[in-house]
């Protein structure tokens, strides 16, 4: 098994426990309402889990069919995975802090501070190409790997 796949099944399983888990603190949360939900980013944070969860068991079948170097599959790997995990960890940060219900309203916030008005765009710049740009990657080196 390739480093690449490696590293893709690891974030796989992180990613699919932080869905489970976060999906106890949602449930916590249901049960406590009155109108039985849990704030938004309780909410995104155990969806997005799950959903990156099977986004990365998809890069690490690219992976294992891509005929690019072992250090391009990483990097791209890497790249995507790294911004999963980002995104991730905002919605449980805004979960835990309960300041908003939408991160790209202006002015952006994060608990009682206000964030300068470009990094939220910088960021979302970063993982788009981050993100699109590793799964292209991998999906175009298992592409030319399936298809030769």
């Not at 932080?18 to 949602?26: A, E, R, S, V």
Request: with cysteine; aromatic share 12%.
């Amino acid at each position: 098994m390739s480093l690449a796949e490696k590293i893709c099944l690891s974030a796989a399983f992180l990613f699919f426990m932080t869905g489970l888990l976060t999906g106890i603190w949602k449930y916590r949360h249901m049960a406590q309402s009155e109108d039985a939900t849990a704030p938004a980013y309780v909410d995104i944070a155990h969806r997005s889990s799950l959903l990156y969860s099977f986004a990365a068991l998809l890069l690490a079948a690219f992976s294992a069919h891509s005929v690019l170097s072992e250090w391009i599959n990483v990097a791209a790997a890497v790249s995507a995975l790294a911004f999963f995990a980002f995104a991730i960890s905002t919605y449980v940060l805004h979960g835990l802090l309960q300041d908003t219900d939408n991160q790209l309203r202006r002015p952006h916030r994060l608990g009682q501070r206000l964030l300068p008005p470009w990094i939220t765009g910088f960021f979302m710049v970063l993982l788009i190409v981050a993100e699109v740009g590793g799964t292209l990657v991998l999906g175009a080196g298992a592409m030319m790997g399936i298809w030769q």
